[in-house]
């Protein structure tokens, strides 16, 4: 199994519930808590698992926003895991969930370092670096009902922009809209082949420009007639 | 990103010690029993020792967990750090039972193995120097670091540092120093060469922020922007990578740390050897390197920019 995530950026409006949803569950699970600094003095500060960040590109007509949810890659050759000196960082052979071991993790940041998107964060408090585990509590506990065992982040998401499965299911939903869509990795240069996708923005509509044009006689005659009846 | 002192700390000390050792075993391997008395021997591995024991007690301040660092041995078939680790643990052992070998002079009947040996721990101590390198060098994500030159850089700058202090031990104890100044002037300018060769090579951005989002936005032609960040504060993503630096100042600190690191010592030596010769421009040389070296490492960290900073904002890196 290869699961991750797909991000439509056409639907995402960049409500940010998926990273509070994220933040709510995973306080109390198996890589909890998500530790707040200060969180009611003059600084807040905290970890999260999933942040979303905001884009504009172009100018009118051509301009738009484009909201950036960003979290774990789960890459097939995770720089994360690669680096880590103590084997606190590992990839699931079953299921190619990146995920850290609090027990063998010393903090030395060097996993967050060769992370390119950003998806790890230092927990200051506990010493031991945090990150996305794909809701790994959630997507196996058979004790909840089969169309919830799905990631928080997807299961709060309002406008269905997030789709969670396995990759390496050609039929799985992933697959689908990630095939159809022409799902894009990030930073594939680098080479960590990230499995998470994201759908880019359809093209929009032309916005037509309206030219305006020397008026004609009879649009002349009428301004003439409209401003007689104005006196 | 964030310039952490006490791994500026380690890398510069553990790289004179390690230099040092290096250049003691080289010197053994050569002119074995020739060149030192054993008291002379015996004070530059104790010096030498003490460089790279307290650079790697001062990495240990940075980790969150310190609790779990013996841990940081077990992934050496993948991880540099995992590498540089073990090497320094089994230098240990390997460097005691040499000196203890050295002390009983063993090398009298045992010379070719004394002289292997020496080779030996040379080789090795360059190695762990080479492998705090590449702690830096294997990451893609922050260009600076990810080039040849970085260890290049570790090792030379660890043996010119490990060379100004054995010619201050051989030159205080009396020693005639001839034909070893030649060789230390050679290796500053040395070290000298491969950073400035390191600063030409990373001139320029080599990521942009279209390299970082437009794969998904697939808007090529036209530029993206920063809207908002979509947090209130600073997020340890920002304390550690969002490290920026006023052009002016890292302008100065890089012109204070080639002066310092570089051209100083070797005005220095170069007086001390051939015009009029004082230990105190030997001993200022020494700090003076020091000074500059660390001011070097802090510039390694604060110029370095991490691909992550493209998502916060950055044009480029």
């Known amino acids: ?231 | 990103m964030h310039p952490a002192f006490s791994v500026i700390f380690f890398t510069v000390t553990s790289g004179a010690g390690y230099g040092l050792i290096a250049l003691l075993c080289l010197l053994n391997f050569l002119y074995f029993g020739m060149l030192l008395d054993k008291s002379t021997f015996f004070i530059c591995a104790t010096v030498g020792s003490a460089l790279f024991t307290m650079g790697l007690i001062s990495s240990t301040f940075h980790l969150a967990n310190p609790k779990n660092a013996w841990r940081a041995f077990m992934r050496f078939r993948t991880s540099w750090l995992a590498r540089e680790g073990i090497l320094a643990i089994l230098f240990y052992p390997i460097l005691f039972l040499y000196l203890f070998l050295v002390y009983i002079d063993f090398q009298i009947e045992n010379f070719m193995f004394m002289q292997a040996y020496s080779f030996f721990i040379f080789l090795m101590s360059v190695l762990i120097i080479h492998c705090t390198g590449m702690i830096y060098a294997c990451l893609k994500t922050i260009p600076q670091w990810n080039t040849f030159w970085t260890p290049i850089n570790y090792i030379t700058i660890g043996i010119s540092l490990g060379s100004l202090i054995l010619f201050f031990i051989l030159d205080f104890n009396n020693y005639n120093v001839d034909p070893y100044k030649y060789y230390l002037l050679a290796a500053i300018a040395f070290s000298f060469f491969t950073k400035i060769s390191y600063y030409i090579s990373i001139r320029g951005s080599r990521h942009n922020i279209g390299q970082a989002t437009n794969a998904a936005i697939k808007l090529k032609s036209t530029n993206v922007r920063l809207l908002d960040v979509g947090h209130t504060g600073g997020t340890f993503l920002t304390d550690e990578f969002g490290y920026k630096v006023a052009e002016k100042k890292l302008f100065r600190v890089k012109t204070f740390s080639i002066i310092s690191g570089f051209l100083a010592p070797f005005t220095l030596i170069y007086i001390h050897s051939f015009v009029f010769e004082s230990m105190l421009l030997c001993i200022l040389a020494i700090s003076l390197a020091f000074f500059g070296m660390v001011a070097e490492r802090w510039l390694f960290f604060a110029q370095a920019k991490h691909v992550v900073n493209l998502y916060h904002g950055s044009q480029n890196v």
Not at chain 1, 57 to 84: I, L
Not at chain 1, 86 to 109: F, H, Q, W
Not at chain 1, 145 to 160: D, G, S
Not at chain 1, 203 to 219: A, F, T, W, Y
Request: proline share 6%; charged share 30%; aromatic share 8%.
């Open chain 1, 1 to 231: 199994m290869r699961l991750g995530l797909v991000v439509d950026l056409d639907k995402c409006v960049g409500c940010s519930a998926c990273a509070i949803a994220c933040k709510q569950w995973n306080t109390s699970g198996t890589s909890g808590s998500l530790t707040d600094y200060r969180p009611y003095g003059a600084d807040p500060s905290g970890v999260f698992f999933n942040r979303i960040r905001h884009y504009e590109t172009g100018n009118y007509p051509d301009s738009k926003t484009v909201h950036f949810p960003m979290s774990c890659m789960h890459c097939e050759e995770a720089a994360c895991v690669t680096v880590c000196p103590t084997g606190a960082s590992y990839k699931r052979e079953e299921d190619g969930i990146v995920l850290v071991d609090p027990e063998k993790c010393m903090g030395c940041n060097y996993c967050a370092w060769a992370c390119p998107y950003g998806a790890r964060e230092l927990d200051r408090e506990e010493g031991v670096m945090k990150k996305c585990t794909l809701c790994v509590d959630r997507i196996y506990d058979e004790n909840l009902p089969k169309e919830e065992r799905k990631p928080a982040c997807v299961m709060t998401c309002p406008t269905t922009a997030r789709y969670f499965g396995d990759f390496d299911d050609p039929n799985s939903e992933v697959s689908i809209v990630s095939r159809k869509r022409d799902g894009q990795e990030l930073f594939p240069e680098l080479g960590y082949k990230p499995v998470n996708q994201y759908l880019s923005p359809r093209k929009k509509v032309e916005i037509k420009q309206h030219e305006i044009s020397e008026p004609n006689l009879v649009r002349k005659v009428k301004d003439w007639v409209n401003k007689v009846v104005e006196l």
